[in-house]
């Protein structure tokens, strides 16, 4: 239940006034799940450039992104990787928000965001050495404003805030981004990186991908309001969109980016989407939520819903799908050889950049498991 549709049951002032608040819409959509393009007054304009070359472009980044992390998947499954986290359905949200940004804005990950990396143009293998475990990210962050995934829930939010602040402090008139979860806006970093931006007006977007569940726990036990309605309490903009609607996602973040460099401070995007797959390959979501769930969110499906769009409006012909089918089986291949090929690391690697110089805590740690090698080796010996 929403908040407007808790005031709509009041009793209206004037006999005059018919239309409910229930009836605003709540969920920002330029394209219905059946890929109908829908007006909208205020965000119309911030896609109104975009040419069918541009769009065959989002449905390119969607599909391969799809692929890439259906081939992580698998590889987690044959071994190859220690754990994935899919982003299936979530494609539109990612690569909308994604493809909004700027070169120079940066970008603030949760452990799910590969479709924004391979907006950022990180190379897709370069996501896998961490989940691999033979690094402890796998890329550079200032090559491509795109920070290390953070696997402490809603800690980047903080990061983020910050970051932004020196943005600000810098007189540049970049935007900061921070990606984070359903899950994640109950954590007191958010509500922390909320008050901070709102303050100091830092130009940050919160974007928060409701995809419905934070593993096992639905969005019902972590909020009782819609969560983009949480901004208002805080002193900023909140919005939510259709999260399966690749260009209302790419309309709504530009909308927030450019908030936030014209010195308006911070905004909350809700993407309003779904979770299609497991938390990660190692949940199991079928002992927490029905397949009828499912089923309901695979009716909009984003890549589907552009796909029909796409097609109505011969922007698309059978050739580009064809051609995108070829594209995606060779990245599928790139990805397998590539993480087969990734070499183990040493194993005392991991002491080396703890901290900048040397540490007492951790030679000794260093230490006592070399002399753990070391027993294997005199077990070996002594056979
Ligand atoms: C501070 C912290 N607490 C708990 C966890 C364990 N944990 C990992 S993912 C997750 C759920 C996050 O849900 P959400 O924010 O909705 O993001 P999603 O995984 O759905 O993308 C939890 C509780 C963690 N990584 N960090
Ligand atoms: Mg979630």
């Not at 990210?137 to 402490?152: H, K, M, R």
């Not at 036990?221 to 259709?242: E, I």
């Amino acid at each position: 239940m929403t908040v407007e549709s808790t005031a709509a049951r009041k009793p209206r002032r004037s006999a005059g006034t018919r239309k409910s608040p229930s009836t605003k819409p709540e969920l920002v959509q330029l394209l219905t799940p059946e890929g109908k393009r829908v007006k909208n007054a205020q965000y119309d304009k911030y896609v109104a450039d975009i040419t069918p070359e541009d769009l065959r472009g989002l449905y390119r980044d969607m599909v391969l992104t799809r692929r890439f992390d259906a081939e992580a998947t698998s590889l987690q499954r044959q071994g190859e990787l220690g754990l994935w986290a899919s982003l299936l359905g979530q494609e539109a949200a990612q690569i909308g928000s994604g493809r909004a940004l700027r070169d120079d804005d940066y970008v603030f990950p949760t452990y799910r965001e590969h479709g924004v990396a391979w907006c950022r143009g990180v190379d897709p293998t370069n996501l896998l050495g961490m989940f691999r475990g033979v690094n402890n990210g796998g890329w550079d962050p200032n090559s491509n404003n795109f920070q290390l995934y953070t696997i402490v829930i809603g800690s980047q939010t903080l990061h983020a805030t910050g970051y932004a602040m020196g943005v600000a402090k810098d007189g540049a008139d970049s935007a900061v981004i921070a990606y984070f979860g359903d899950g994640a806006s109950s954590q007191g970093d958010v509500a922390e990186s909320f008050t901070f931006s709102a303050v100091y007006n830092a130009p940050v977007v919160f974007f928060c991908q409701n995809n419905q569940w934070a593993i096992s726990e639905p969005t019902e036990k972590q909020t009782r309001v819609p969560l983009y309605q949480r901004a208002q309490g805080f002193g900023f903009p909140g919005v939510r969109v259709d999260g399966n609607d690749v260009l209302a996602c790419l309309a709504v973040t530009k909308w927030a980016l450019e908030r936030a460099r014209g010195g308006e401070g911070p905004t909350l995007v809700e993407a309003y989407t779904y979770r299609m797959g497991a938390h990660t390959t190692s949940d199991d979501p079928t002992r927490y939520r029905g397949d009828d769930e499912r089923a309901a969110w695979e009716a909009k499906d984003p890549i589907l819903r552009l796909r029909q769009f796409l097609e109505s409006a011969n922007h698309a012909d059978e050739g580009f799908f064809a051609e995108l089918e070829a594209e995606s089986e060779a990245l599928g291949r790139r990805v397998r050889e590539a993480v087969r090929a990734m070499p183990d690391p040493d194993h005392f690697a991991i002491f080396e950049n703890v901290y900048a110089d040397g540490h007492a805590l951790v030679d000794e740690e260093r230490a006592q498991f070399a002399a753990y090698q070391a027993s294997f080796a005199d077990a070996e010996g002594g056979k």
